[in-house]
């Protein structure tokens, strides 16, 4: 039987995107001038975590989200420095160009969709003077937030059983309190974008 001749990859005619900036971001070659948090803010306030798929009048955006996370974070680590807080709230970053896959999709998607989201994420990082590639207690800490952050959606707005997020996320300490609203696109937007100019002025200061 003759072997099939394996298809040849061939680059996408366009690989960037345009953002309502102006800039246009190569999703697979991105560069840190193309990066704005303005953008990421815009974007990050319409993506819907937990594909929409959620008990609220609004969907719980990514922006919210990393807010959470943020704030996690810093319950975690008392004292946290304002670089790796910044860090935290950008952990999602990537997802307002690549939108927010769940977690079993990603792990069909493979090695392809974590190579890009890993590269978008180091230009991120770049543009807002944060080390390429995060130091493993940080990226432990943030990691350790995001699944706490997913337990408190999973049971509150999501439609997880208590025992059912206990399996599949990270149950909260009980000095940890969260109490989930989702905000309207617009405010979760200008929250984001609070946060993170208030962190920026503390770096600056």
């Not at 937990?50 to 943020?70: I, K, P, Y």
């Not at 910044?86 to 990537?94: E, G, I, R, T």
């Amino acid at each position: 039987m003759a072997r099939q001749p394996t298809p040849s990859f061939k680059p996408p005619k366009r690989a960037w995107q345009r953002m309502l900036s102006g800039r246009r971001l190569d999703i697979l070659d991105p560069s840190p001038l193309d990066i704005e948090v303005e953008d990421i803010a815009h974007g990050l306030a319409r993506v819907a975590r937990w594909n929409g798929q959620t008990r609220s009048a609004h969907a719980f955006s990514v922006a919210e989200h990393s807010l959470l996370v943020e704030r996690i974070a810093r319950h975690l680590k008392p004292g946290l420095q304002t670089r790796w807080c910044m860090a935290a709230l950008l952990h999602d970053a990537p997802e307002y160009v690549i939108g927010d896959m769940i977690s079993p999709f990603k792990a069909a998607l493979g090695s392809a969709y974590k190579s890009i989201e890993h590269t978008l994420e180091a230009a991120i990082h770049v543009r807002f003077d944060l080390p390429p590639s995060l130091p493993v207690g940080i990226a432990r800490l943030i990691k350790k937030a995001d699944r706490l952050s997913a337990y408190f959606e999973a049971v509150q707005i999501a439609g997880f059983t208590p025992e059912e997020s206990q399996k599949y996320f990270l149950v909260p300490p009980p000095d940890l309190e969260v109490s989930l609203t989702p905000m309207p696109v617009a405010q979760a937007q200008i929250a984001f974008m609070e946060r993170f100019n208030a962190l920026n002025e503390q770096r600056d200061g």
